[in-house]
């Protein structure tokens, strides 16, 4: 039986001028833009997990902003002064993230990333090398740097890979750590006085008289405004967005003795990744192999997929190394046809900011302040 809610709980636990459904990265960053600029705002965030769910603590730590083959299919998708305008924003935001936190806080290490190209995929290689000075000069005057991709097919060896024809380097992208970037923000937030209940899952939203509703599983709480940063989630209260849950599958490795392979690295139009962490070996991806078999909300490996990453792993990547798989997880990203997040105004009182494609680290932080802003002036 649950215990009734008490005068004092009801006051000063369940109400409040801004509810954020959603602790992840997009929600954080909301809270703490509207607590900067409304200190005296009481705002809290409902968390369904124990730990933020999704992909905000379980994704690879990319600091990235696309790799040419896939700027190639977003420019298809959107044309070119829209994808001139995601890039922009991916850049800001992430230099909007190492400036709230910190690069030492995020273990930010900038040692560049790598588009990896088979034998098998030489066609797709040369539209890509084709289009190296394209997308530099898209860039150039948003990353201020005149070659920030090019050919480095003289590190193939270097990192020891196999059947590898071609390497694109790009020198700005980086890495950073996860847990420790979450950690931050949550400790960023409730120092502010954000208050943050997890395992509190919002089932149903109501208006009531001047108010807005949230029903829980631990309650009914009271707001005035209500942001839904739920993301891959958001169809459960707002179901008729266009937003589609996308698995990724992960694993890492053991640690692996003087490991050669230092950066971030794209395969297969961005379908596969993988990078250093602590001597190890982190790779993520192959939900092209199962499209809709991956669109789901629901966490879990596929034997399918977890063998592709282990034949990339011992065929690719750690051909010589002898390797032991230590972990594997999953985390839920969103997508949708329009490759621009969606941040705006459901009705009177309900905000949304979802869908960052995938590019959650680097879409997050922006993403936050932008949702805040819509919020801002109606407190």
């Not at 954020?20 to 409902?46: E, M, Q």
């Not at 910190?102 to 034998?119: A, M, P, R, T």
């Not at 490991?259 to 602590?278: S, V």
């Not at 979802?354 to 801002?376: F, H, K, P, W």
Request: glycine share 8%.
């Amino acid at each position: 039986m649950k215990t009734a809610i008490s005068y004092w709980e009801q006051q000063h636990f369940f109400t409040y001028e801004v509810i954020i459904v959603g602790s992840g990265i997009v929600g954080l960053n909301a809270a703490i833009s509207i607590k900067d600029k409304n200190p005296k705002a009481r705002v809290a965030i409902l968390e369904r997990g124990f730990l933020p769910a999704g992909a905000s603590t379980k994704n690879a730590g990319f600091a990235c902003f696309g790799s040419i083959s896939e700027l190639i299919e977003q420019e298809k998708n959107g044309g070119t002064p829209l994808l001139y305008q995601l890039i922009e924003r991916r850049w800001k935001g992430l230099l909007k993230l190492r400036k709230l936190l910190g690069d030492d806080v995020l273990s930010y290490h900038n040692y560049g990333g790598y588009e990896l190209f088979k034998k098998t995929d030489l066609q797709l290689a040369d539209v890509c090398v084709a289009k190296i000075s394209h997308f530099n000069e898209l860039i150039k005057d948003i990353v201020g740097q005149d070659q920030a991709f090019k050919i480095s097919n003289s590190k193939i060896n270097t990192f020891g890979f196999r059947d590898v024809e071609i390497l694109i380097e790009n020198q700005l992208e980086a890495q950073i750590d996860t847990g420790k970037m979450m950690k931050a923000l949550i400790q960023k937030a409730t120092a502010s006085g954000v208050m943050i209940y997890n395992s509190c899952e919002v089932t149903e939203l109501k208006e009531e008289a001047n108010h807005q509703i949230l029903v829980t599983n631990q309650g009914n709480f009271k707001a005035n405004q209500i942001l839904l940063s739920t993301n891959a989630f958001i169809k459960d209260l707002l179901p008729d967005l266009d937003v589609v849950p996308g698995r990724g599958q992960v694993i890492i490795t053991q640690p692996i003795p003087n490991l050669n392979i230092k950066g971030t690295f794209h395969y297969d139009k961005g379908y596969y990744y993988f990078r250093n962490i602590d001597n190890r070996v982190l790779l993520g991806g192959g939900r092209n192999l199962d499209i809709k078999g991956e669109e789901t909300a629901a966490f879990g490996e596929s034997y399918l997929i977890q063998s592709a990453l282990k034949t990339l792993l011992k065929q690719v990547i750690l051909p010589d190394t002898p390797f032991e798989i230590e972990q594997s997880w999953s985390g839920i990203m969103a997508f949708g046809n329009d490759i621009y997040p969606i941040v705006k105004a459901i009705r009177p009182g309900i905000f949304c900011a979802v869908r960052c494609n995938g590019m959650g680290i680097a879409m997050g932080s922006q993403t936050g302040e932008d949702a805040a802003n819509l919020i801002l002036p109606f407190l």
